[in-house]
């Protein structure tokens, strides 16, 4: 079984900044991908940020400039440092994974979700 924990939402106002955690655990070979997508109230689910393997990163241009993953392959967390949050920022953010297990098989994972609300 593998497991994606999420820590570090909460209530910020406007301007604020947030840090979310994201650690997999379970039977894990490797982890090619980790990201963040997020829900916000009356919307689809949408990317937020991903990283691949060896570095590379993509994000939505909406956050651009403002926030930034990062990865501790070590300790199999990801990482969304938000900075200059805005309302619109509000919403449910969900880790997810691409991980390999230990009997071979590639699957996608997501977390429970944790709730960043941001006032204005």
């Known amino acids: 079984q593998v497991q994606l924990v999420e820590s570090g939402g909460g209530l910020v106002q406007a301007g604020g900044s947030l840090r979310l955690s994201c650690a997999a655990s379970?039977?894990?070979?490797?982890?090619?991908?980790m990201g963040w997508y997020r829900r916000g109230p009356g919307k689809q689910r949408e990317l937020v940020a991903r990283?691949?393997?060896?570095?590379?990163?993509n994000y939505a241009n909406s956050v651009k400039g403002r926030f930034t993953i990062s990865r501790d392959n070590a300790k199999n967390t990801v990482y969304l440092q938000m900075n200059s949050l805005k309302p619109e920022d509000t919403a449910v953010y969900y880790c997810?994974?691409?991980?390999?297990?230990?009997?071979?098989?590639?699957?996608?994972?997501w977390g429970q979700g944790t709730q960043v609300t941001v006032s204005s």
């Open positions: 997810n994974a691409d991980i390999w297990t230990m009997i071979g098989v590639l699957n996608n994972y």
């Open positions: 379970g039977s894990i070979t490797r982890i090619d991908a």
């Open positions: 990283t691949i393997s060896g570095g590379s990163t």
